[in-house]
Every structure is written in C-alpha cells, then in structure tokens.
C-alpha cells in the first residue's frame, strides 16, 4: 500500500472512530437516563427519540468514512494512486467531522439527558425538548459538510 | 388565523347548577375560570374523586399483565357517558378485587419463598434421625449444630470431648457436636478457630425429614392456591377495559368538579366567568338557553389585563402544521398565527433533506395505516398528517433529484444521465449549497416582511420601515450587486439605503443624536446574525447529502452481501437485509429531517416575527386518556 492511501485510510479510519465513540457514550448516558423514567410514565417512544438525537454524528462519520474510502478505491475497488500529499489532504479534510463529531455527540448527549429530564416531568414539553439538543448538533452538521466539500474537493489519480 | 377570545359571564340559580355544567361539559365550548375560592365540601369531592382515579390506575396496571394484548394500531374504544357511568360502577368492583387477589397472591409468594428458604437449610440435616425440638442442653450435655467448611471437618473431628456426626451438605457439610457441659469451655474455644456457622432449630419440630415433607406439601397446597389466584386474576384481566374506561368517567367527573370549585357562588346563585371562542358564542347561548330559562348570559370583549388563551383556526390543508408550530410555542394572543406562513417552508425544507421517492412512499403508506387502524385524534392526529405531507414532499423532491432508495433513477430506467431532473445533492455540491442559501434568504426575507405587514397594520409605519425593509433592502442590495452584473448599480443604491435607514434611524428611540447614531451602528453589527442565519440553511444540503449517501452505502452493503451469497439465497438475503437497513435509515433521517426542518422555523423563521406566549384553549370538556366520548 502506497502512503497517500495509509494516510486516506487513516483518516477514514478517524472519521468513523472518534464520531463513533462519541455517539456510543452519548446514547448509552441519555439511555441511562431514560431507563430511570420508564417505570412510572408510558412515554417510551418519546424518550427512544431524545436518545436517539446524539446517534447522527456516528452516522455522519460512517458517511464521510465511506466517501473517503471510495474515492480512494478501498472500498468498490478500482485502483488509484494517492500521492503521499493527497492522502494528507483527505486525511486533513475528515478531520473536522472527526473531532468536531466526537466532542458535539458528547455534548448533545448531556443536552438530551437535561431534556429527558424534562419530558419526565413535563410531558407536554416534548417539542421544546426535541428542539435543545438538536441545537447542538448544528455543529457536527457544519464539521460534516466541510469535511464533505474539501474530500469531495480533492482530485486524486 | 387567531380566533378573538369573548369573555362569558353566565348567572344562574344554585338549583340549575348541574344542569348547566353538565351541558357546558358536552358543547366542549367554555374554558372556566377560577374566581371563587374552593369550599371544605368541595375540596373534599375532589380529594376523593382524585383518590378513586389513583386505585384505578393501580388496578389497571397490577391487571395489565393479565389483560389480553392489544395491538398497538388497535383504535381507542367509543363509548357513551352513560357506558362510561356503567363502567365504572363495574370497575370499582373489579379494583376491588383486584386489590384482594395481588396482597393474598404477595403474601403466599412469601410464605412459599419463606419455606423453600427452611427446606434449603433442612436439606443438609435428612438423616438427622432425631427430633429437632430434642436437641437442646441437658443437665449434662450440650448440643452444637452448625455448617462447616470441607476443610475443617478433620479438625473438627480431631477436637477432644466431644462427639461429631457429619451429616449431608454440597458445599459445607452439616454437623452435630455432643459434650460434657464441664469441657464445653474448651471445645468451644477450639471451634471458634474453624470457620463454622451455628444453626438453631428454633421453632421447629419433629425430625428434619419430617419437616422437610410436611414443607413440601404445603408449598404445593400454596402453589394451587396462587394458580387459583392467577386464574381468577386473568378472569379479571379480560375486564381490565372496564377500569380503564372507569379511569375516563372519573377524570371526566374531576374535571367538572374542578370546574364547579371555580365559580363565585352565594346561598342562592352562581356566577360562571369563562373564555370562549368569538364564532362560538352562539353555540354557548343555545346550549344554556336548552336547560335553563332564567340563566343570564353575557359576552365581552377581553379587557386589557386580561389574558384569554390563544385559539387558531386554519383550513383543513394547512391545519395540521400547528402541531409544529405548537411545539414552539401557541401565538400571543394579539399577535400573528405563524401556521399558514410556515408550512409550505416547512414542507419543502422537509422535502429537500429527506429527498428520496422511495423514503418518501414508504414515510406516507406507514402513516396513512396508522391514521387508517389507529384512528388518532388531537396533536398525534395532526403529527401524522403533517408526517404524510413530509412524505409527498419527499416524494417530489425525491422525483427531481432522481433517487429510489438510493437507487439512481438511470440505473432503474437504463437510461443515460436523463436523471436527475434538477441536481443530486452528492455530485452537484455547491449548487445545491447555494439553492439552500437562495431558500433561506427568501425565507428570512419573508419573515422580515411578515413583521412589517404586522407593524404597519398596528400603525407602527416608523418600525416597519426602520427595522424590517431596511434589512431587506440591505440584504437584496448585497445579492444584486454580487451577482447581477448589468444593475449592479441598483443593488449598490438598495444596500446603501438600507445602511442609511439603519444607521440613522434604528436608534432612534434615543433623543441624543449621539447615543442615536451609536445605537444605528450597534444594529448595523445586526448583520453578522444575518450571516449566520442564512449559513445555518446549509443544514438543508448536509442532511439531503446525508440521507442520500447513506442510502447509497446501504445499497452497496447489500450488493456486497448479494455477490458474497450468490444465487437466489444471496438475492433473498440481501433483500430482508434491506427492508431493514432501510427501514432504520428511514427512521433516523426523517427524525433528524422532523427536527432540522422544525429548528429553521423557530429560530431563524420565528425569530423575525413571531411573538410566542400564548396559553392553550382548554375548554370544559371529556378529556380522555383511554377511550373517545360519543355525544
């Protein structure tokens, strides 16, 4: 394997790690929040949808992840060289989402906690608790489309 | 479009109370509000209604596991008031029941773990073949009886003066020490060296066989009892829609009650202030004038330090978007229903981030069935319509960009790059960047007019201009001179115009015409919000993109999985394994699309316009949880 294809492999790599991470604890603290409310109100679907909020950075990280990795022919096939600076660059370009997925799931994850809080006890509040942790998610949405545009950006081959 | 609230004053007799609130109940028409204080008789009522709903509700969820399943589409039952009474009448029977069968099936489940507890520890002593109430100190000898580790048996029977019998045991083996009461002292001391635990047969007689047998037959006499509980309870359990409907008469009943504690009240007559809708005063009168001849009825217009609930009313298309604009927040009062000038953007924008024919087919056929089995009324009703709108639009949008569940429409069709009709969001990027900076100018523009409608309607001209055309000229202006070459020269005009407007006059609350011009500057900074709000419609874009990748990703999964198999196994495979993946993606992206295209109205939309803080209309009324009221 050439070195521009280590690097575009790395950043895949990074790209779906790091969100990942991020996106496994902030589900797993707004389920352990949720599951302490299920015993008392029938409101299980409305508490699946806040836990569920801080799952999209893992997803957007899967897309950028694959994105990169086909461009660069490791997934689908087809051979393409990657000179050692391009593969710099697409590494470069998964950053963003990279780290901006991780620290803005963990964060969103505690906004969701705070609105399943809520919900529990407001259950009507259910619109204006949606709406808080999506606000922080604004940001992953940003990491990711630059993260798309400068892959997308970068002519290899 | 808001509905005018009336205010009601309604007098009547004492004697005509129950009347008049039982039929204020049925039109659902009059929202009451509290003037009087609540008096010991009333509060008392209440107290005890509020007490019946709570052992209803425990009844109904100690039998829920016994009632026979319901599906989840299933519609909620219609019943009449009188079933309702019926029903509850039955239920109070039934709790109490209920109530008997769950402490009598807690207590045996004790008795029967307390006595498996004693035959575990029996167990060990079977061939103990003395009667256990026998093995106590004599004038001479003293009895230990106790469990010890395996190995501490030999040093155990290595102790001197005295006598040891091992019995049975798995881990710990079962003991029985004899000695002298003279050498008890030491035996003693040498024991509490080994690690034993001492066991007293307190209570018990008979040999330990006995006892275990004795045990043993009245655990099975129990167990025959609890099934005899458990089948009584599923003979309840069949009934449990009688509570549940039980539950309803109740609330409804507290409901009224509440109401009633509202009204001013002397030894003979009672006065009703309440809230109703201005086209249904009419209504109200028929009603009252149908059980009572003498009852006084007025209707005023709210004064000023009054608050009436904020009540909309839109045409049937448009109706079920104020679900979304509810869970903002209901309009103030005199203030402007966002409703109808919100859906068609939120439609579109719901549209544009989902973008897929199949993803939109699937979102409408999944909630026409749930509003077809499940019958759904109020807010969930209007959600599921407002879904089935967002699965038209995805459909369209869906058609334009050219994808079926990721699938490209030339591939389907074998045709060559007719498709798609207007851009992909994955291949033309910056195109479809800028037509959702385009939609969000036009939407942020729009908003602004909304807000200079409104002033100049309210005779605020000033505000208008200064605040609200100004930054669209400002805005307009920026756009004509960046991107339309022969007038750039107007746009350059509209941009300094604006600038001139903001400047000079947004502070013009102040009298300094220093502080003014200060204050215009301040607000001109006002520009890098509109910066902001107009990038934030990026989130169109990447959520389109990344619904539509992830389809695309889950295909070539699929694909993988499909040549990977082989043959008609590998295609049968990849099929089910679709239906699910895309079942899952469906899921999350319309959830992240509900939300994303929500957030644009109330903070980029709302956020030039709308004034929040209404309360919602809630009529004296049948509000209830688990069946519907038939009138």
């Known amino acids: ?27 797993s603290w707004a389920g352990q929040a949720g599951a302490g409310y299920l015993t008392e109100e029938d409101n299980f679907g409305n508490i699946l949808v806040l836990q569920a909020l801080p799952a999209t950075q893992g997803i957007y990280g899967l897309l950028i992840a694959f994105v990169l990795a086909s461009k660069v022919g490791i997934i689908g096939g087809g051979h393409v060289m990657v000179t050692a600076e391009q593969g710099l660059q697409l590494l470069l370009g998964a950053l963003p989402l990279a780290v901006v997925g991780l620290v803005s799931a963990l964060f969103q994850g505690k906004a969701s906690v705070a609105s399943i809080h809520l919900i529990a006890k407001r259950g009507e509040k259910f619109g204006n608790a949606l ?11 940003l990491a990711l489309l630059v993260s798309f545009l400068m892959i997308s950006g970068i002519n290899v081959g | 479009m808001l509905i005018p609230m009336k205010r009601l004053t309604l007098a009547a007799m004492r004697s005509e109370e129950s009347k008049i609130m039982d039929k204020l109940q049925q039109i659902s028409a009059v929202q009451v509000i509290s003037m009087g204080e609540m008096s010991p008789d009333e509060a008392q009522s209440i107290v005890k209604k509020e007490n019946d709903l709570l052992q209803l509700k425990k009844s109904a969820q100690s039998l829920k596991a016994y009632a026979p399943k319901v599906s989840p589409l299933a ?12 029903d509850f009448i039955l239920s109070k029977e039934i709790c109490d029941k209920t109530e008997n069968l769950i402490s009598e099936k807690t207590k045996l489940k004790g008795e029967i773990d307390k006595a498996l507890s004693v035959i575990k520890s029996l167990e060990p002593w079977r061939e103990l073949d003395e009667n256990l109430e026998d093995i106590r100190p004599t004038r001479s000898a003293i009895y230990i009886t106790g469990m010890i580790k395996d190995s501490d048996i030999e040093k155990l029977e290595s102790i001197e003066n005295a006598s040891v019998t091992i019995y049975g045991g798995e881990k710990e083996k079962a003991f029985l020490l004899v000695c002298l009461k003279g050498d008890s002292e030491s035996v003693i001391s040498k024991l509490k060296e080994l690690s034993y635990t ?14 275990i047998s004795r045990l043993d037959k009245d655990i099975a006499l129990k167990r025959a009892e609890l099934e005899k509980i458990e089948k009584e309870l599923e003979g309840l359990g069949l009934k449990r829609d009688n509570i549940l409907s039980g539950e309803d008469a109740v609330s409804i009943e507290l409901e009224k009650e509440l109401s009633k504690s509202y009204l001013l009240k002397t030894e003979s007559v009672f006065v009703l202030e309440g809230w109703v809708r201005s086209d249904e005063t009419e209504k109200v009168i028929d009603a009252v004038r149908s059980v009572s001849e003498s009852a006084y009825v007025e209707f005023n217009d709210p004064k000023a330090d009054e608050v009436p609930p904020s009540v909309v009313k839109n045409n049937k298309i448009i109706k079920p978007f104020e679900a979304v604009t509810n869970m903002y927040s209901r309009p103030a009062p005199n203030g402007i ?10 439609f579109l924008f719901f549209g544009m981030m989902l973008g897929d024919t199949g993803y939109g087919l699937a979102l409408m056929i999944i909630c026409f069935v749930i509003q077809k089995l499940k019958k759904p009324r109020g807010a969930f009703a209007d959600l599921i319509k407002v879904l089935i709108y967002c699965g038209l639009s995805t459909f369209i949008c869906g058609f334009f960009m050219g994808s079926f569940c990721g699938i490209d429409f030339d591939d389907i069709f074998h045709t060559n790059n007719v498709f798609p009709l207007l851009f992909d969001p994955a291949v033309d990027s910056m195109l479809t960047m800028y037509v959702c900076f385009g939609l969000g100018i036009v939407h942020l523009m729009f908003g602004l007019l909304i807000q200079a409608v409104y002033r100049i309607k309210n005779k605020d001209i000033g505000g208008a201009i200064f605040d609200d055309i100004s930054w669209v000229l400002l805005i307009c202006g920026v756009l004509i001179y960046a991107l339309a070459e022969n007038v750039k020269n107007i746009g350059l005009a509209m ?20 502080l003014r011009l200060i204050g215009g500057v301040k607000e001109l900074y006002g520009v890098t919000s509109y910066l902001s709000d107009i990038l934030s419609y990026s989130r169109i874009f990447a959520l389109a993109l990344s619904s539509g990748v992830i389809a695309v990703v889950l295909n070539q999964l699929g694909t993988m999985l499909r040549e990977g198999v082989g043959g008609i196994l590998g295609f049968v495979l990849m099929m ?13 992206n319309a959830l992240g699309c509900f939300v994303h295209a929500a957030r644009l109205q109330y903070v980029e939309f709302f956020g030039k316009f709308y004034e929040a803080g209404g309360t919602e209309f809630k009529p004296l009324g049948y509000n209830t949880k688990n069946t519907y009221v038939k009138n």
């Open chain 2, 75 to 86: 519609p909620k039952a219609e019943k009449t008031l009188e079933q309702l009474g019926d």
């Open chain 2, 576 to 588: 089910i394994v679709m239906v699910f993946a895309h079942t899952f993606s469906l899921a999350i």
């Open chain 1, 1 to 27: 394997m050439e070195l521009g294809l280590v690097y575009a492999a790395l950043g895949a790599a990074l790209a779906s790690i790091l969100p990942g991470i991020g996106s496994a604890i902030a589900v």
């Open chain 2, 337 to 346: 229903d966002a409703t109808p000038l919100m859906s068609p953007f939120y």
């Open chain 2, 495 to 514: 941009l300094l115009l604006g600038v001139f407007l903001i400047v000079f006059f947004a502070g013009r609350a102040k009298k300094n015409p220093i």
């Open chain 1, 131 to 141: 709406i808080l942790p999506s606000m922080v998610e604004t940001f992953a949405i």
């Open chain 2, 198 to 211: 001492e066991i007293s047969f307190k209570g018990l007689k008979g040999t330990p066989l006995d006892n």
